[in-house]
């Protein structure tokens, strides 16, 4: 088997047409039947054909997105809204901004038959504001489905209506947090709510919503089109199906491969074309950085929920950054720590203080200063954040030191001993050339 | 400690939940959180942004521990402020499990990395729960050797409250509570991460009637008081419990007194009345006291005019000599307490045959007496019936102006459960626009009332002849409940104390002769007069066609009454009951100081006519209460009303009691029409909470927060005028005008409404009328 079989290009099947964001481009691969295929069926059918399937959210969690849609109660004569999460800011995540890019009309697709299946008629796309190209894309995309008939009123005759409106987020990380996201989208200041109640039955003003990652609801129209056994013959036994793994960082050839959950780093990296030539692979994250790090021990981890976390990690959104051995693993998590303190939603104690002093920390430890005792009271302040905030930012903003500090434990010691950082910063950039 | 929803329907059965906290099995109704569980037992989980009457947060992390349900554990520590108890639920605080102990001691030391440890010269240092808990639930020491946040400070966020941005733990407690209770969110936080703040609207200053209660439940001292700011150590203070003398509402309160000064008056609790809050007025208006010149000492105007300071027995004799056998009326004013009311009730009766005695210095009409003495006492509504109300009815009443801690309420449950409040407004205040009310202009025309509304009527409603009929048939139409709002503290007291020309204390009517027994025997007197006694402005009138010869006026401003009562005074033989020098002590032919509230004891009613008792604040002041100068009065003319002390006038009108006999029926007056003549605007008015009242004297950052005096007139009207919004108007009676800002707002053409007694405003004094039709042009 060539390495480049293993990929199970679906999303990403056409992104090499030049016209692949159209919705000319999207039917003539056909784009659009699914939808047809769904309002035939009953709503009740749908969200249990999605259940059946073993199709789990990828945004990171990984909940059964089927068990999702069906938490929305039914009769309760409210109005419900379908929420897509495209606010895209995890460090090193790119995988739903290229899927807009290049398919908008999938996540279209998708959010017509999520809207269907939990009787919602509004839904929302909640896009991060800063990426201007793929909003006029969506924006465009979503002109072109009103215009075909796909949105509006009575879509294809079958008396469902449903409304899409495209929100831009304003910039903040913590608005990728549903509850956040919703605060945000209702025209509040992003910051998290308090639950319960669970958006299922109090989400944006208040109503019955579903927030689901863009890519999952991309993945479904696939599945209503393919059928479950052609979904669930993809993945292992509780992760079925294909997704985007984003591989970043020093590698040959960055980018998104679509493949089957369960394919581990050493067949991606072979399909990325290796770590960057002439070097190797020191550390890389399996789901953004808010996923505990590997290093190359862990190459042959299945890439799916279960053996990630059971290697003490995440699978989280698939983003695979690729460290090799110029990168200074202490400068590393401080850069990251830098992000959280600034993205830190400020609501609750652990979080704002924690990573306010944690920047602090790693900056003497990054300068060399300090004693080892800093490195045992580093661990003991990420304990005291980790599982005492009010949402899971903090979680993920400890992830990168209590890893790191788990298989670098003497880099940083190296540090002290050295009087500062050992490396050469330049080395680990981009456009040092081969055999710096 | 329980939550609403058993509150407020004491008497439906309330399921209740069982659960271990720390070993100790403790049973509270469903819904109770964790943390009230725990208090209920007696243990104290830390806690910053927790607030017992404040939607939970559970931003500050503080009050993490462990939990069990049905031998399954969360696998993280929980907020104990945000979950409610479950039966079968194991919880271990602090005091059992390690793993709560350290969450709860890395809570702390992260609050402390950032705050800046200036205790020594913070207002709260003494009183901070950051302070106290950092002590008994902080570790001994931080491991903190990074930089502090920093920012300049204080920052003003009004006139009343200052920020100092270090020292805040970002709660969200002065957030919330101007949002959900005051309906006022002015301020709010922004920023994000550790510089995230409180901050104003930069169009929107914080404006609000109730802001001082974000001090007060401030847990650092990030808010403090302008006034109070650097004043005090709180462990330099005495705290009295106390009664605010500001209005109705009925707040317990707290004075806090250094070396017999005042420093700052706090709310108390009390959870039937004013929950933990007060408004900005009860809590920064207690200058008055000082601002003015005090009279210290009894005065006597000489042969050459002028006042002149003489013993108390001096003063006492003349006064007495003055008064003896003499056609004499009393004037009680409305801020007088319980214990006082009924000493110039008894005196007026007793010392001077007679009862021409009135509590009332505002408008007042005689159907409004009819309904005082007949109807008012009779009332039961509460605070409670309120919280169940399906609907309330506001007639001749701005709570929020003129009843703040009743808007409170009425506000609650309008967020709560969407109550419907209908109101008889010209136009929709601010107060109305937060009660969403829906405004009505003919009162005989609301429908759909039941039993469990409740219409509420202000003492304004006595201007509109025929609208306290037109309000109790109304009331009768639907069995609804009524209640008598006044605006002073002292009305409520002073009516049932008998300050009124037609009832004795308890609510005896005058009229009937039982009754004057009842009190004549209970007095040891033969009898008690039987003439019908005259209102406050008949007593005026009388006194200046020498129909009385004398006045005794305890604590009245006469521009309250109209603006001729001055001139009728002058050509009488006045007694004057005062703090501080007044117009009417300019006149008055004997001065007698009397003690403020601080300085005495005694009660007042509020409107829902329970009685809140206090102590005097200051020992050792030498200023006595009107009710003892009254009696000594009395002695000296040879009447006793052997009223000596304040304990003893308690002690009698509880004896006393109140009437169980036959109240006459209530005099219904017709209705009169206001119209508009000669092209002239009918002029409504309303004081405004914050406004020139004499007792919110000196206090200039309390009225910085005031509403600036507007004109409201309609859409129509204003076209018609030519003016915008923001243009100066000019509002004339044949007496005088005042010029005002237009604001534009939905109502009668007809009408023109600005505020009774504000800067630029004073209705009364500048165009001799608080009601009726004014001329109005553009400026």
Not at chain 1, 351 to 362: A, D, K, Y
Not at chain 2, 106 to 118: A, K, R, T, V, Y
Not at chain 2, 353 to 375: C, G, K, M, Q, Y
Not at chain 2, 454 to 476: F, Y
Request: a negative charge; one cysteine or more; glycine letters at 8%.
């Amino acid at each position: 088997m060539t390495s480049a079989s293993k990929l199970t290009p679906v999303l990403s099947a056409n992104w090499d047409e030049k016209d692949s964001f159209t919705i000319e481009g999207y039917k003539r691969n056909g784009g659009y039947k699914a939808v047809a295929k769904a309002l035939a069926m009953s709503p009740d059918d749908v969200i249990q054909t999605i259940k059946d399937s073993g199709l789990r959210g990828r945004g990171g969690a990984g909940f059964p997105t089927g068990s999702k849609w069906g938490f929305i109660p039914q009769g309760d004569n409210k109005e419900h809204y379908l929420v897509v999460n495209a606010d895209e800011s995890e460090p090193g995540t790119c995988k739903d901004m290229p899927l807009l890019l290049a398919n908008p009309h999938v996540l279209i697709e998708g959010i017509i038959i999520g809207s269907y299946a939990i009787r919602a008629n509004h839904a929302f796309i909640y896009l991060r504001g800063e990426v201007v190209h793929v909003f006029r894309r969506v924006q465009q995309a979503i002109e072109d489905a009103y215009k075909a008939g796909l949105l509006g009123k009575n879509i294809g005759g079958k008396g469902f209506d449903l409304e899409l409106t495209l929100h831009a987020g304003a910039g903040a990380y913590i608005c990728g947090e549903e509850t956040a996201l919703l605060d945000s989208l209702e025209g509040f200041r992003g910051q998290p709510r308090l639950r319960p109640p669970f958006p299922a039955i109090a989400g944006l003003y208040a109503k019955p919503t579903v927030v689901n990652n863009v890519e999952s609801i991309a993945s479904v129209p696939a599945i209503i089109n393919n059928g479950i056994e052609w979904f669930q013959a993809m993945g292992t036994e509780k992760s079925k199906g294909f997704t985007l793994y984003s591989l970043s960082g020093h590698v040959n050839n960055p980018g998104q491969f679509e493949a089957p959950l369960g394919i581990t780093l050493r067949e991606l990296l072979e399909l990325a074309g290796g770590v960057r030539t002439g070097h190797k692979l020191k550390f890389w994250t399996p789901g953004g950085s808010s996923t505990p790090m590997f290093t190359d021990q862990h190459l042959d981890i299945p890439l799916d929920y279960e053996g990630v976390s059971a290697a003490g990690s995440m699978l989280g959104t698939k983003a695979l950054q690729i460290f090799d051995e110029t990168t200074c693993v202490v400068r590393a998590a401080l850069r990251w720590t830098e992000f959280y303190k600034h993205e830190s939603c400020g609501k609750c104690t652990p979080c704002r203080e924690g990573t306010w002093w944690l920047v602090q920390m790693l900056h003497d430890l990054e300068d060399g200063k300090g004693t080892e005792a800093d490195l045992t009271k580093l661990l003991d302040l990420c304990d005291n954040i980790a599982g005492r905030s009010f949402c899971a930012l903090a979680d993920g903003a400890v992830a990168p030191i209590m890893s790191s500090l788990k298989y670098f434990r003497d880099e940083y010691l190296e540090h002290q001993r050295n009087g500062g950082c050992p490396f050469d910063p330049v080395a680990s950039t981009i456009f040092k050339t081969v055999g710096a | 400690m329980v939550p609403e929803q058993a509150l407020l329907e004491t008497e439906a059965p309330v399921e209740m939940i069982t659960l271990v906290i720390d070993g100790f099995e403790v049973s509270v109704p469903k819904g109770t959180l964790v943390i009230r569980a725990a208090e209920k037992l007696g243990i104290q989980i830390p806690r910053f942004c927790d607030h017992p009457l404040l939607d939970p947060e559970g931003a500050c992390r503080q009050c993490l521990v462990d939990i069990e349900i049905n031998g399954r554990a969360f696998p993280k520590p929980q907020a104990s402020c945000t979950i409610p108890v479950e039966n079968n639920m194991i919880v271990k605080t602090q005091l059992t499990s390690p793993v709560a102990e350290k969450a709860q001691a890395g809570i702390m030391e992260f609050l402390l990395i950032n705050h800046p440890l200036d205790c020594p010269v913070c207002d709260k240092g003494g009183e901070c729960p950051l302070q106290n808990q950092a002590m008994s639930n902080g570790r001994p020491d931080s491991r903190y050797e990074g930089v502090k946040r920093t920012f300049e400070k204080p920052v003003p966020i009004s006139s009343q409250v200052l920020l100092d941005r270090e020292r805040c733990v970002l709660c969200a407690r002065c957030t919330r509570f101007s949002e959900q209770i005051a309906g006022d969110p002015f301020i709010t936080l922004n920023e994000r991460g550790a510089l995230q703040q409180v901050g104003i609207y930069a169009e929107e200053p914080f404006e609000s009637y109730y802001s001082g209660n974000t001090v007060q439940i401030c847990p650092v001292g990030a808010l403090t008081g302008a006034s109070y700011r650097f004043r005090a150590r709180p462990f330099d203070l005495v705290s009295v419990d106390s009664a605010c003398e500001h209005c109705s509402s009925g707040c317990a309160m707290r004075t806090d007194i250094r070396r017999g000064k005042t420093l700052r008056r706090l709310a108390g609790d009390d959870s039937s009345v004013n929950e933990e809050w007060n408004c900005d007025k009860g809590r920064w208006a207690f200058k008055y006291l000082t601002s003015r010149e005090r009279v210290t000492s009894p005065m006597i105007r000489g042969a050459d005019g002028e006042l002149h300071e003489a013993s108390w027995p001096e003063a006492i004799a003349f006064a007495a000599s003055g008064l003896k056998g003499k056609r004499a009326g009393v004037l009680v004013g409305g801020r007088a307490t319980v214990e006082d009311a009924y000493g110039y009730s008894k005196f007026a009766r007793v010392a001077l045959a007679t009862n021409d005695i009135d509590f009332r210095s505002r408008p007042h009409s005689d159907e409004e007496t009819s309904f005082l003495s007949r109807v008012a006492l009779g009332l039961k509504t509460t605070y409670k019936d309120i919280d169940k109300a399906d609907k309330v009815v506001l007639l001749g009443f701005e709570p929020e102006e003129e009843s703040p801690i009743v808007f409170l309420r009425i506000f609650k449950q309008v967020r709560k459960r969407a109550l419907a409040v209908i109101s008889d407004a010209p136009f929709a205040s601010r107060g109305s626009e937060k009660l969403s009310a829906e405004l009505v202009s003919d009162i005989s025309a609301i429908s759909g009332l039941t039993a469990k509304s409740v219409i509420l009527v202000g003492e304004r409603l006595a201007e509109n002849v025929g609208a306290l009929s037109t309000a109790l048939a109304l009331a009768e139409k639907f069995n609804a409940k009524l209640a008598w709002i006044p605006r002073r503290a002292g009305e409520r007291g002073a009516l049932s104390a008998g300050a009124i020309s037609t009832l004795l204390p308890g609510g005896r009517p005058v009229s009937d002769a039982s009754a004057r027994v009842d009190v004549a025997t209970a007095w040891s007197v033969d009898s008690l007069p039987t003439n019908p006694g005259r209102s406050t402005s008949e007593i005026l009138l009388a006194l200046s066609v020498k129909n009385l010869d004398a006045v005794v006026i305890g604590g009245v401003d006469p521009l309250d009454i109209s603006n001729e009562a001055l001139t009728q005074l002058l050509n009488s033989f006045v007694v004057s009951l005062e703090i501080s020098h007044s117009s009417v002590t300019a006149i008055a032919d004997v001065v007698l100081p009397v003690a403020a509230v601080i300085e005495k004891s005694g009660s007042f009613q509020d409107w829902q006519g329970s009685s809140r008792a206090f102590d005097k604040a200051i020992d050792d002041s030498l200023s006595r209460s009107d009710v003892r100068i009254l009696s000594m009065i009395a002695d000296e003319m040879g009447s006793p009303i052997n009223l000596p002390t304040v304990a003893a006038t308690a002690r009698e009108i509880a004896a006393l009691g109140v009437w169980d006999g036959k109240v006459p029926a209530f005099e219904k007056a017709a209705t009169e029409k206001l119209t508009g003549s000669d092209g002239k605007l009918n002029l409504t008015s309303w004081r405004l909470l914050l406004d020139l009242g004499t007792l919110q004297d000196g206090e200039a950052n309390l009225a910085g927060t005031a509403r600036k005096a507007t004109a409201h007139i309609s859409p129509a009207r204003a076209e018609k005028l030519g003016v915008k919004s923001g243009d100066q108007i000019s509002i004339s009676s044949d007496l005088g005008s005042i010029s005002l800002p237009v604001a534009i707002s939905s109502m009668s053409d007809d009408s023109i409404w600005v505020p009774r007694n504000s800067i630029g405003s004073q209705v009364l004094a500048n165009l001799g009328f608080i009601a009726g039709p004014v001329k109005v042009v553009k400026a």
